[in-house]
């Protein structure tokens, strides 16, 4: 079995974007490793934020379940961060879009680098 053991993602300011991922996404903030601000993504995976200027925007998927899709919705209703159901548009919308477990409802946003970020459930309404 292969699973994805952490990610780097190139962020101009680490404390920014760790307050971002915190209060939208709901990750933890593990602290500081070497040049990486760690934040906990799942017990077997985490992303490292390394403070560069981003070389190109990244797209990150997370697949959750419906509750906590739900939850971050709320907050980005909450903090006005524009999002939409495909990766090109920020229609408040919530839309069917294929991944790797096949269909499920998403929507996109961008973080504050304008890495743009997808959240997915099959979780039934």
């Known amino acids: 079995m292969v699973r994805l053991d952490h990610l780097i993602l190139r962020v ?3 404390p920014a974007s760790v307050r971002f991922y915190a209060a939208v996404l709901g990750f933890t903030h593990e602290g500081r490793q070497g040049p990486f601000e760690v934040l906990r993504i799942a017990p077997g995976s985490v992303i490292d934020l390394l403070e560069a200027e981003p070389r190109d925007e990244a ?3 997370f697949h959750m379940d419906r509750a906590r899709f739900s939850r971050i919705r709320e907050r980005l209703l909450a903090a006005g961060i524009p999002f ?3 990766p ?3 229609d408040g919308l919530i839309r069917p879009q294929f991944g ?3 269909w499920a409802d998403a929507l996109y946003f961008h973080d ?3 890495h743009n970020l997808e959240i997915r459930t099959d979780d039934e309404r």
């Open 88 to 90: 090109f548009s920020r």
């Open 112 to 114: 504050p680098d304008h």
């Open 100 to 102: 790797a477990g096949g």
């Open 84 to 86: 939409g159901g495909d």
């Open 59 to 61: 797209h990150l998927a």
């Open 12 to 14: 101009r300011s680490a």
